[in-house]
């Protein structure tokens, strides 16, 4: 199921929370430091959906294919954060 734009924006608030938490804590534990790589790759693909959604603004015929999926030709994966 594609998401809205706003549901995006608003993943992108919490993965920007969780983001800060983990810097703010210790680091001891040697698995926060794929949470953190997987965070921002996943912060990465929200953005891309969203500058592929805003090239769509303003033409005539929009590509559902790239307002969907953005230039990944996927969703993102939300599998680990949610």
């Given at each position: 199921?594609a998401m809205?734009?706003d549901s995006v924006?608003?993943?992108l608030?919490r993965i920007?929370?969780?983001i800060?938490?983990l810097?703010?804590?210790?680091?001891a534990?040697?698995?926060d430091?794929?949470?953190?790589?997987w965070?921002?790759?996943?912060?990465?693909?929200l953005?891309?959906?969203?500058?592929?959604?805003?090239?769509q603004?303003g033409?005539?015929i929009?590509n559902l294919?790239?307002?969907?999926?953005?230039?990944?030709g996927r969703?993102?994966?939300?599998?680990k954060?949610?």
């Amino acid at each position: 199921m594609a998401m809205t734009s706003d549901s995006v924006r608003s993943d992108l608030a919490r993965i920007d929370a969780l983001i800060s938490a983990l810097n703010s804590g210790p680091s001891a534990d040697p698995e926060d430091e794929g949470d953190r790589r997987w965070l921002r790759k996943e912060r990465a693909a929200l953005l891309r959906l969203l500058a592929s959604r805003r090239a769509q603004y303003g033409k005539r015929i929009v590509n559902l294919a790239e307002w969907r999926d953005g230039d990944l030709g996927r969703p993102p994966s939300r599998s680990k954060a949610a």
